[in-house]
């Protein structure tokens, strides 16, 4: 098979599946050879499953030969990140702290994606407990960024987005409860939409995140990833919190454009400081919004700056997860993770409760700014991809200015939110343009993803990922 069908979009895959000149089977099969040569390299997957997931493509090559697909992704390979439960695995978490017991049933987003037919090819990397915007972990070790091995692909969704811009799957799933599915998407130069709160069901929901995370993938183009939304979304019953039903196809209305619609642009949201280069692609991209027909203006401050307010939730949350593991096996955490949930085991519920104030007023006042504006513009990340030697959350990459302080006050109001890629650095590195809806307006998000998608010359497979990956 030619390298080729490698950077297929699941919507091209689904069409030749049809015609039958590419087959379910044949590319589950490259797929899988393709992960494995580089996987020693960008270290993106904690299991592979090569017997399951032909399993699967057999049965969808079956389906589509009979014209009975499942869905237009049926026979399309994915994989399923390592904080999400599939049954018979284990979910490691990316932590030494955890052990192999495997999970008894499917997290939704997972039975979703089967019910579509699509052979699952293995889980995912993670930072341990997803806790931070990078992705190494003591458990599996350093993911790096197929654009450039000695950058990290961002976190904590690191090892969907190394394996989606490396070739291997059109979409792979993540989620993102702080920036980790928009966060790596602007370090690969990948598409990453974070739906609305409960717009995918998502259990276990015991996590100390819970209440702000919401389940997605990553892709190459907005198309796939309005596929993948009508594949996955909708409640579940053992998820009290997700959103009923919307009887909506997200690929109708994609290409209505957003002549007329009003957008603010804020390049600081107040606060946030952005290196001069990421601050300049992601304008330039703005700008582009101006082609399109809508009115770009630029809007003072927004948000207070984050750590205050919200910081008792952060490392509240990281202590919670501390004391449900043993005290013996506490020297088996990442060094990170545990010194600041050490620090979260200071917290009140009074510091807790004083949290969810500030976030119930930050949810009014965005929801109350939307009433003037469609869409809130902004970055990503105020830096290209850093570093795998990166410290997180250390002097010199903090979390509350470095690490998440464009992403995470989009979690904490549940808006749709997502990342589309803006250019990129003189030293080529991928650079995010972050595109806010208001609330629950999932498919205006998607439509002007595919507005500003049309307007780019941006398209995969891109040279610099493939002279990378070539020289492995």
């Known amino acids: 098979m030619s390298d080729e069908f490698v950077w297929c979009s699941a919507t091209d895959l689904g069409r030749r599946y049809a015609r039958k000149d590419l087959s379910p089977v044949e590319v589950t099969k490259?797929?899988?050879?393709?992960?494995?040569?580089?996987?020693?390299?960008?270290?993106?997957?904690?299991?592979?499953?090569?017997?399951?997931?032909?399993?699967?493509?057999?049965?969808?090559?079956?389906?589509?030969?009979?014209?009975?697909?499942?869905?237009?992704?049926?026979?399309?390979?994915?994989?399923?990140?390592?904080?999400?439960?599939?049954?018979?695995?284990?979910?490691?978490?990316?932590?030494?702290?955890?052990?192999?017991?495997?999970?008894?049933?499917?997290?939704?987003?997972?039975?979703?994606?089967?019910?579509?037919?699509m052979p699952i090819l293995g889980k995912t990397t993670t930072p341990e407990f997803g806790w931070k915007a990078l992705t190494d972990s003591p458990l599996q070790g350093v993911t790096r960024n197929p654009w450039n091995l000695a950058h990290s692909p961002g976190g904590s969704s690191g090892g969907a987005a190394a394996m989606t811009a490396?070739?291997?799957?059109?979409?792979?799933?993540?989620?993102?409860?702080?920036?980790?599915?928009?966060?790596?998407?602007?370090?690969?130069?990948?598409?990453?939409?974070?739906?609305?709160?409960?717009?995918?069901?998502?259990?276990?929901?015991?996590?100390?995140?819970?209440?702000?995370?919401?389940?997605?993938?990553?892709?190459?183009?907005?198309?796939?990833?309005a596929l993948a939304l009508n594949a996955t979304a909708g409640p579940d019953p053992r998820d009290w919190r997700s959103l009923p039903p919307e009887a909506r196809d997200y690929m109708?209305?994609?290409?209505?454009?957003?002549?007329?619609?009003?957008?603010?642009?804020?390049?600081?949201?107040?606060?946030?400081?952005?290196?001069?280069?990421?601050?300049?692609?992601?304008?330039?991209?703005?700008?582009?919004?101006?082609?399109?027909?809508?009115?770009?203006?630029?809007?003072?401050?927004?948000?207070?700056?984050?750590?205050?307010?919200?910081e008792p939730l952060w490392i509240g949350s990281f202590a919670t997860r501390l004391r449900q593991i043993p005290s013996q096996l506490h020297d088996k955490l990442d060094p990170g993770f545990r010194a600041a949930a050490e620090r979260g085991l200071a917290i009140t519920l009074a510091d807790y409760a004083r949290s969810y104030e500030a976030r119930s007023r930050l949810a009014r006042d965005l929801a109350l700014w939307h009433r003037k504006y469609d869409l809130l513009l902004a970055p990503v990340t105020p830096t290209a991809a850093p570093t795998v030697e990166t410290l997180y959350n250390s002097e010199s990459f903090p979390r509350w200015t470095k690490g998440a302080p464009y992403t995470l006050p989009f979690n904490l109001t549940g808006q749709p939110a997502a990342s589309m890629p803006a250019g990129l650095t003189a030293t080529g590195l991928p650079v995010g343009l972050q595109i806010v809806g208001a609330p629950r307006t999932d498919h205006l998000v998607l439509r002007a993803m595919r507005a500003y998608e049309s307007v780019t010359s941006w398209a995969w497979p891109q040279p610099k990922v493939v002279e990378a990956l070539a020289r492995l």
């Open 166 to 225: 490396a070739g291997v799957g059109p979409f792979n799933h993540g989620n993102d409860g702080g920036g980790s599915i928009r966060i790596p998407s602007a370090h690969t130069g990948l598409v990453g939409l974070k739906p609305s709160f409960g717009r995918l069901a998502q259990y276990p929901a015991d996590a100390p995140f819970a209440d702000v995370v919401s389940q997605g993938v990553l892709a190459r183009s907005v198309l796939d990833t």
């Open 30 to 117: 490259q797929m899988l050879a393709r992960a494995d040569r580089l996987q020693p390299h960008l270290n993106f997957l904690v299991l592979i499953d090569h017997e399951g997931a032909l399993e699967t493509a057999r049965a969808s090559e079956a389906r589509w030969a009979k014209g009975k697909p499942l869905s237009p992704l049926d026979g399309v390979p994915t994989s399923i990140k390592d904080t999400t439960t599939v049954k018979g695995w284990p979910t490691r978490y990316g932590s030494r702290a955890t052990d192999e017991t495997p999970a008894v049933e499917d997290a939704p987003v997972v039975g979703r994606l089967r019910a579509a037919g």
């Open 252 to 310: 109708i209305g994609l290409d209505g454009g957003v002549r007329g619609w009003k957008i603010g642009l804020s390049l600081d949201l107040g606060h946030v400081k952005a290196d001069p280069e990421v601050r300049d692609l992601v304008a330039a991209a703005a700008r582009r919004f101006q082609e399109l027909g809508a009115h770009i203006e630029e809007v003072g401050p927004l948000i207070e700056p984050l750590q205050q307010s919200f």
